[in-house]
């Protein structure tokens, strides 16, 4: 019986030996066995825009609320736009009166205007001849009333009243020819027409007032807030009334397609992967289904494995950060979300992605 009991415990202990012998090389095969993926762990992150007016004013309308799926370009909020029409409409007026300036320096004196002045000029030619006239006999009565007086015909008061007569009407021909050289200075302006240096001040003025006008559209423009991508309205922060200025975010906007998972890839695997590679992406709030992505981005500087990460090689190993993006028109993943990325490695060579490939702008 004894020996019996031997050969039974051998027995037992040589099954032992080849069941631990079988298990030992079937593991030491699947550690060497290449791996058809890579599987990585992350959460999904996406892109946040602070949208917020570009000027000072109360709001006088929102137009979308949390969790409204906004559009590139579409109006989402409104300030009190008074105040800025009314600089707008001034600006208008100011520029339509100075652009008649400048209209009517370029275009010159009109004809009429030079008719004007050359009948003026003839006008004071003729003051002028007969002020000439008025002199020449003044001085014919003046040397008769002296001979005479020298000859006692007349007296003497009758030779000072014709000097006196004689120097009114000399004074009378200088004023004359000034009007006259007033008028043909006018006559000749008027043929020239404006200085280069009026137009150009005119133009100047009118393009500081283009200027001024163009602003103030752009400050009416301000008071209305767009978009600037597709995306989903994650936070309302202010409300109808409330003062606005550009430094008070009004809505944050999730920019989430595309949307990426960060993960962190470990350094013995960084030769296997490429920018443009094809890869899956599993979350647990939708089991049995994968979302297609890519690799967009691989980080160039090495990190310790963050602490929140879970994989399966050790926390001390080296690795660099990814983000494996994907399009999510359905919105379906969010900010935070866990995620699984399996990255194939057969028959996944890098390729081309478009700068939009989700049709985002």
Same mark, same amino acid.
């Given at each position: 019986m004894?020996?019996?009991?031997?050969?039974?415990?051998?027995?037992?202990?040589l099954?032992?030996?080849?069941?631990?012998?079988?298990?030992?090389?079937?593991?030491?095969?699947r550690?060497?066995?290449?791996s058809?993926?890579?599987?990585?762990?992350g959460?999904?992150d996406?892109?946040?825009?602070?949208?917020?007016?570009?000027d000072?004013?109360?709001?006088e309308?929102?137009?979308?609320?949390?969790g409204?799926?906004v559009h590139?370009g579409?109006?989402?909020?409104?300030?009190v736009?008074?105040h800025?029409k009314?600089?707008?409409?001034?600006?208008q007026?100011?520029?339509?009166?100075?652009?008649?300036?400048?209209?009517r320096? %370029?275009?010159?004196? #009109?004809?009429?205007e030079? $008719?004007?002045?050359? +009948?003026d000029? *003839?006008a004071? =030619? !003729?003051?002028?001849?007969?002020?000439?006239?008025?002199?020449t006999?003044?001085?014919?009565?003046?040397?008769?009333q002296?001979?005479?007086?020298?000859q006692?015909?007349?007296?003497l008061?009758?030779?000072?009243?014709?000097?006196?007569? %004689?120097?009114?009407? #000399?004074?009378?021909?200088? $004023?004359?020819?000034? +009007?006259?050289? *007033?008028?043909? =200075? !006018?006559l000749?302006?008027?043929?020239i027409g404006?200085?280069?240096e009026?137009?150009?001040?005119?133009?100047?003025t009118?393009?500081?007032?283009?200027?001024?006008?163009a602003?103030?559209q752009?400050?009416?423009?301000?008071?209305?807030?767009?978009?600037?991508?597709?995306g989903?309205?994650q936070?309302?922060?202010l409300e109808?009334g409330?003062?606005?200025?550009?430094?008070?975010?009004?809505?944050?906007?999730?920019l989430?397609?595309?949307?990426?998972?960060?993960?962190?890839?470990?350094?013995?695997?960084?030769g296997?992967?490429?920018?443009?590679?094809?890869?899956w992406?599993?979350s647990?709030?939708f089991?049995g289904e994968?979302?297609?992505?890519?690799?967009?981005?691989?980080?160039?500087?090495?990190?310790?494995?963050?602490?929140?990460?879970?994989?399966?090689?050790?926390?001390t190993?080296?690795?660099y950060?990814?983000?494996v993006?994907?399009c999510?028109?359905?919105h379906?993943l969010?900010?935070?979300?866990p995620?699984?990325v399996v990255?194939?490695?057969?028959?996944?060579?890098?390729?081309?992605i478009?700068?939009?490939p989700?049709?985002?702008n």
């Amino acid at each position: 019986m004894g020996s019996v009991k031997k050969r039974i415990v051998i027995l037992i202990t040589l099954a032992l030996l080849v069941s631990a012998g079988a298990f030992t090389y079937r593991r030491m095969a699947r550690q060497k066995a290449p791996s058809d993926s890579i599987t990585l762990y992350g959460n999904v992150d996406i892109r946040q825009v602070q949208l917020a007016f570009n000027d000072s004013e109360r709001i006088e309308k929102l137009l979308v609320d949390e969790g409204s799926a906004v559009h590139a370009g579409q109006l989402v909020a409104q300030l009190v736009q008074q105040h800025y029409k009314d600089a707008v409409a001034q600006g208008q007026s100011t520029v339509a009166a100075q652009q008649q300036v400048v209209a009517r320096l %370029l275009a010159g004196s #009109r004809p009429e205007e030079i $008719a004007q002045a050359r +009948a003026d000029v *003839a006008a004071a =030619q !003729a003051d002028v001849q007969a002020a000439e006239d008025n002199v020449t006999n003044a001085s014919l009565f003046y040397q008769r009333q002296q001979t005479l007086a020298k000859q006692q015909y007349v007296s003497l008061q009758v030779r000072d009243d014709a000097e006196r007569t %004689l120097q009114t009407d #000399r004074a009378a021909l200088a $004023a004359r020819q000034q +009007a006259l050289e *007033a008028k043909q =200075q !006018a006559l000749q302006l008027a043929v020239i027409g404006p200085r280069k240096e009026d137009i150009a001040a005119a133009q100047a003025t009118a393009k500081a007032d283009l200027s001024a006008l163009a602003l103030a559209q752009k400050q009416l423009n301000d008071t209305q807030l767009y978009a600037p991508e597709d995306g989903v309205i994650q936070d309302r922060i202010l409300e109808t009334g409330d003062m606005a200025t550009p430094q008070t975010p009004v809505f944050t906007l999730a920019l989430d397609n595309p949307l990426w998972v960060r993960a962190y890839l470990p350094e013995p695997e960084m030769g296997k992967v490429a920018l443009g590679m094809r890869a899956w992406i599993e979350s647990d709030s939708f089991p049995g289904e994968r979302f297609p992505g890519w690799i967009g981005y691989i980080s160039p500087v090495s990190e310790f494995t963050p602490k929140n990460v879970e994989t399966t090689q050790l926390r001390t190993q080296l690795v660099y950060r990814v983000r494996v993006y994907a399009c999510n028109p359905d919105h379906r993943l969010r900010l935070g979300m866990p995620a699984t990325v399996v990255i194939p490695l057969n028959d996944n060579p890098p390729h081309a992605i478009d700068a939009h490939p989700c049709g985002t702008n």
